[in-house]
Every structure is written in C-alpha cells, then in structure tokens.
T-cell receptor, first 115, second 116 residues
C-alpha cells in the first residue's frame, strides 16, 4: 500500500523568493516519487522524479527535490519563484514495480506567486 | 518524444447517452495505459489500468460496466462512459507507460466531460 500527503493545500510566495512545497509519503517498498505540475487548462507535466538513484533530484524550470528516507519526505524547492510558476503541483508515489503500476496522487498544492 | 493525446478535449452530452474518449500514444508504444478522473480542486483518482489485449483492471468503487475500457493496440486506449449522468461530469485524464521496466507515465491533456 502507498499513500502521499501534501501538507499545504495553498502556498503563496512573492516573486523572487524561495518556494517550498512539502510532501510526505508512505510505501511498503522502495518507492518511485514524482512531482507533476498542472497549469490551468493544461495537461500534467513531469517536473522531476526519484527512482532510487541520487537523493537530490534536479528537475525542469529550476525545481529540485530531496528524497529523505528517514523523514519519508520528498519536498519540492526552487530558489527563486517566477510568475509563471503559479500552478497546481502534485506529489506522486509510484509502485516499485515500474511503470505498470498505477500512481497515487497527493491532493495537490496550489502555488500562488505574488508580484 | 513520449507524447500522449486525448480526443476530444471537451464534450457535452445529454443524460443517458454514451461518450467515447480516445487516448493515443503518438510516438511510442504503450504497454500499459491508465485512466484517471479529476474532480474540481481535487487530486487525480486512478480509475483503471489497461494492458494491450487484455481486460482492464478497475480500482475499487469504479463501475466497470459504466466505464468501459478497451486497449486494442499498443498506441490506443478508449474509455466509454455509458448512460452518462450529470454526476459523471468530470475531467478524465489518461496516461501511458512505455514498458513495465520504465517507471514513468506520460499524461494526456485531459478531456472535460459535461453531462446535461
């Protein structure tokens, strides 16, 4: 069984300041972890993924996430927010069996960027 | 690479009719395709998993007779909402996985279904 908890439903930051979106997971086995972004009226876009390689994962658009097994966390960060980062972000856990397993999505965090 | 399309992007239908949504992997062969449903301001909920040439596996609580899934080829899966009702109105999203050993799903842009 697997689950994922996104600790904040909304996060608001000023443009140019750091972004932190929090995610905790639980899994019966070594999980694969993902962050997806969904802009209004757009499809889901993969930001980054962790699949048991380096614990610090770098993604697109300056985002990165660190896998911390002891804390069962996979928080998403970005040093400096841009207006175009405003979107819905989903933390996702996948089965250890590879792409043939369904993904479990967190409830999402709505990121608001203040000018 | 790894582009997934859905058709139609939006559909409005009358209550009691059936609607078919197509999901295609455009530049790769998908051994497995997934169908998700996204409610307003809610997370995605996995509805079913389909492997090419075999019956779909439905998640608990999803009516397989209402949501018919066909995965006829390695590039096409269809979801048919039969006898649609207003409560079936939602955003339906498909995804595709290249192979069982490649742990990533590629998502389609979604289909907005509105049942009147």
């Amino acid at each position: 069984a697997q689950s994922v908890t996104q600790l904040d439903s909304h996060v608001s930051v000023s443009e140019g300041t750091p972004v932190l979106l929090r995610c905790n997971y639980s899994s019966s086995y070594s999980p694969s972890l993902f962050w997806y972004v969904q802009h209004p009226n757009k499809g889901l876009q993969l930001l980054l993924k962790y699949t048991s390689a380096a614990t610090l994962v770098k993604g697109i658009n300056g985002f990165e996430a660190e896998f911390k097994k002891s804390e069962t966390s996979f928080h998403l960060t970005k040093p400096s927010a841009h207006m175009s980062d405003a979107a819905e972000y989903f933390c996702v856990v996948g089965g250890g069996g590879g792409g043939a397993d369904g993904l479990t999505f967190g409830k999402g965090t709505h990121l608001i960027i203040q000018p | 690479g790894a582009v997934v399309s859905q058709h139609p992007s939006r559909v409005i239908c009358k209550s009691g009719t059936s609607v078919k949504i197509e999901c295609r992997s455009l530049d790769f062969q998908a051994t497995t395709m997934f169908w998700y449903r996204q409610f307003p301001k809610k997370s995605l909920m996995l509805m079913a998993t389909s492997n090419e040439g075999s019956k779909a596996t439905y998640e608990q609580g999803v009516e397989k007779d209402k949501f018919l899934i066909n995965h006829a080829s390695l590039t096409l899966s269809t979801l048919t909402v039969t006898s649609a009702h207003p409560e079936d109105s939602s955003f339906y999203i498909c995804s595709a996985a290249r192979s069982a050993s490649y742990n990533e799903q590629f998502f389609g842009p979604g289909t907005r279904l509105t049942v009147l």
